[in-house]
Structure formats: C-alpha cells, structure tokens
C-alpha cells in the first residue's frame, strides 16, 4: 500500500493585485514516488510549489507532513522539514569548486577554521551514497551544465532532502544527460526518495514519472498513473482541447540570402578564451535553419553578435546587405531584423510598461502610427487589441502591466511584436523556454508561417524535439564553433546529435564548410 509522505489539502493564494494563482488546490505525493505537476503557464504550478517551499505563504489551506500539519515559513523550515527544491536555474557560485558549493551554509571547521578536507569528504560520501558521479575538486565553471545539475541535486540531499522538487530539470540537458538523470531519479526514488518532477516536455513525463497531476487555471482537475495515460491525452487535460505534438511543414524553398556570417570570432567577456571561433552560416528567405548545442557554447555570443547587442567581435555579419557592426539597432530592424532573445525579462519586455506599450516598442515612431506631432492612440489601441486577440494573450486588456502576466503569455506579447514587424529575418532564441505545450505549438507554427511566407528564421534552441521538429537545416555548436552541419535536419537523430554537442563525434571540415557556401 502505498504511503501519503506529503499533501497540501485546499490551498488558495491570491495576489495583492487580486489575481487567484491557487484555488482549494489538493496536491499529494506518495513516499518513493516520481510524481509529475504539469500545466499551462499560468495554471499556477509555480505558486503551488512556492507555497510548499516556503517562498509564499497561503491564504488558506494546510500542508501535513507524515499526517501532521507543518507551517512552512521560509524556505530554511522546508529545507528542516526535509523538502528541497533545485531551481530552473541553479544557484551555484561559479568560482567555488563541488565541495565549497556543496557546504555553502553548513561550512565545516578544523580549529575555527573552513576544513576544505572535511568538504570533500562530506561530498564525496554524498556522491557514493546516492550513486552521483562528481568530483569535489572541480571548479563549477568547468563543469558541464549536466554536471551542475547533479551538483544542485546532490546539494538538496545533503542538507537531508528526502522530497526533491525539479522546476524542469531537463530543459538544457543532452538526451545523454537526460537519460544519466533519469537513472539516477529511478535509483533515488528506489531508496525510499520522492521526487516532484515539474516539466513541459510530455514525452519526459510518461517515460520518467509515476503519477500525475494536472493544473489548470489555478485549480487540479485531475489526478492518474502515468501508464494510463498518453501525451495527448495529457496536453488535453492541459490545455482543454486537442494540441498537434507535431509540426506540420511543407518542403523548404529557399530564396535569397538575409543573413550573412563570415569567419566571425569573439573573446569571452571572462577570460581569454574564443566564445566564437571563425564562425560562417548563412540563412536564406523561405527557411528555417537551426542551431543545437549545450547550453554556454557560444549560442548567446552568436545571437547577441547577429542583433547588434554586441559589436565586440571579429569578421563580418550582414542583415540583408548591411553590415551589423556599423548600424544601430533600430537600423538592422529596419533593414528586416526581428529578434526574440532568449531573455524575455531583460531583452524582451519593458516590465513596468503595459501589454499596448510592449507591443508598440518597435514601431511607436512610424509614421503610421503618428497624427501631426502627437501619436494616433485610436490606431494604437486598435492594433494592441487585435494582436492581443490574434496572438491569444490572456490578459485583463490592453492597459495591464506585463509583468502580471504569466511567461508564456509575456512571450506571446514579444512575438505578437516580432511576427508582424514584416520582417525579412527572425533570430529566434529559445523561442519557447519555459512555456507550456499550448503556447509552444502556437509559436512553432507561426516560425513555420513566416518561413512560408517568405522570411528566413534562425532558431537557437536547448529543445532538440523543437529544434529538429522546426528546422530544414541545422548546425550543431561546440566549443564555440560549428562542429557539425546537417543540410536536412530530418536525416539526424537526437542520439546522434546529442554525440556532436557533447564533443563525441566530430565532422570533417569540408562538410561543416557548406554551412557557409555562399556561391
């Protein structure tokens, strides 16, 4: 029979701006049991997990403990309680190595002073006991980002995490990685361990987890065994209607040349080393060219290079014949450049404006929308609104402040923006990050749209489902250069690819060089 280790029993969270997050959420989880909390964005699985970890309080509802109820203040009281949570982005301090991070607040001493001896010691028998391979001498910043993740796991089991909560722990691993971490959930969740596993990719959950729960709205509608279930019927569940999991696209017709990279290096900010190293590609109208890799091998350098946001580089990158370096911004979009940057918060969105003033941004200026020297509001509002309604942004209207809105709803905002700009390139940077199946499907086929209509997309993506799905062709980047090119993205596998980002298999020169055979 299977043991209640956790439930939180009619939860409800409402926000000082009235917005209800949770209403009389029941959630359980059972002792040694992957449990999988899945949901639209909005739906509030982060509130829920907020509450349990002691980053919001309630309004109302309890949390029991092993049947006893438990007021979980901060998340100090949850670590305590034995709930540890790795985020979506870890929280670890670069310079210090495995053993220094692994003992941050609980820091060993040897007469008064830090025992690193002590630190490794700690880490290393962690390490063997719940069958994690690290080494506690290493630096976090040489360490792959599969590395970290094991790290950030091992942490919470050290300070006696016994429920572990993973806020999509996936979303930038290798499949390599992928299937190593899930090894070793199974083995924990075989030790008695309970894991919630927070995710958007289905195919992860019904393979991984033991149970799910589904929010919607701010409330669960439903409860099941994982084997009884199938992804579409959990994307319905979801979303409350049917979702294709499959992009439908027609053959590519590449046209004319819109982006232009040749031989395009650049320093790291950090150290000596090339975050690009003598990069070519190019992407022509009528195509989708995509870029694979692990996270940090020079994929943010490249996008950031290519938009103008960064003008430190050697070599040569043209936007429908203009040359990035000498022209501003404003210029390169004006030369056809719309750009969805991989941080919506920073780059995307201006926080404190509304949802009509974001949506504007870019084209306020324009004569189009000016009446003598004052802006012409009625035409303003009117487009705001028929974006909101096209792009399916779920908002109290145009007025309010984007920053009430959930993620998948702000990055609906940045590409209702982007789409209609009439632009001939889109440089699409982990375009679908953090959002749900719905949203995702709707903005993998408004790529695919533009590519038919005309335009060349360059999509920079950790989803290598997203990225083999949307792409025609497709680079992979190691290292900071391109150490593979794929001229039908259909011919490869995730296996396959996974090898090339991990730096496993390599490809001779003479293929990567098509990538940029402009002739």
Known sequence: MDTVVLSMENITKVYSNGFVANKNVNFSVNEGEIHALVGENGAGKSTLMKVLFGVEKPDEGHILLHGKEIHIDNPIVAIKSGIGMVHQHFMLVPSLTVAENMV?????????????????????????????????????????????????????????????????????LTPQETKELFVELKNLRDEGLTVIF??????????????????????????????????SDISRKMIGRDVQLNIQKSRAKPGDIVLNVKNVTKYSRTSAKKALDGISLRVRRGEILGIAGVEGNGQTELSESITGMDKEFEGSIQIGGMDVKNHSIRQAREHGL?????????????????????????????????????????KID?????????????CDGRDQPIKMLSGGNMQKVVVAREFTSGSSLIVANQPTRGIDVGASEFIRN??????????????????????????????????????????????????????????????TPDKIRRVADND
């Open 446 to 507: 408004k790529l695919v749209e533009l590519r038919d209509q005309g335009a060349g997309v360059l999509l920079i993506s950790a989803d290598l489902n997203e990225v083999m799905e949307l792409s025609d062709s497709l680079i992979v980047m190691s290292d900071g250069k391109i150490a593979a090119y794929f001229e039908d993205a259909a011919a490869v596998s995730t296996d396959e690819l996974g090898e090339y980002m991990l730096g496993i298999r390599t490809m």
């Open 104 to 172: 941050l607040g609980m820091e060993p001493k040897k007469k008064g002073l830090f025992s690193m001896e002590q630190a490794v010691k700690i880490t290393e028998e962690a390490a063997t006991k719940f069958h994690f391979q690290v080494d506690a001498t290493a630096r976090i910043e040489d360490l792959s980002v599969g590395k970290k993740q094991k790290i950030e796991i091992l942490k919470a089991l050290v300070r006696g995490a016994r429920i572990l909560i993973l806020d999509e722990p996936t979303a930038v």
């Open 338 to 378: 719309a750009h969805i940057s991989e941080d919506r918060i920073t780059y995307g969105i201006v926080g404190d404006g509304s949802i009509e003033e974001n949506i504007i941004s870019d084209r306020y200026y324009k004569p189009d929308f000016q009446k003598g020297p004052l802006l012409d509001l009625r």
């Open 198 to 231: 927070i995710s958007h990719k289905l195919n992860e959950v019904t393979e991984l987890c033991d149970r799910i729960t589904v929010m919607r709205a701010g409330r669960t509608i439903g409860v099941q065994e994982v084997r009884n279930v199938s992804e």
């Open 382 to 394: 009117k487009l705001a609104d028929e974006l909101i309604g096209r792009f399916d942004i779920k």
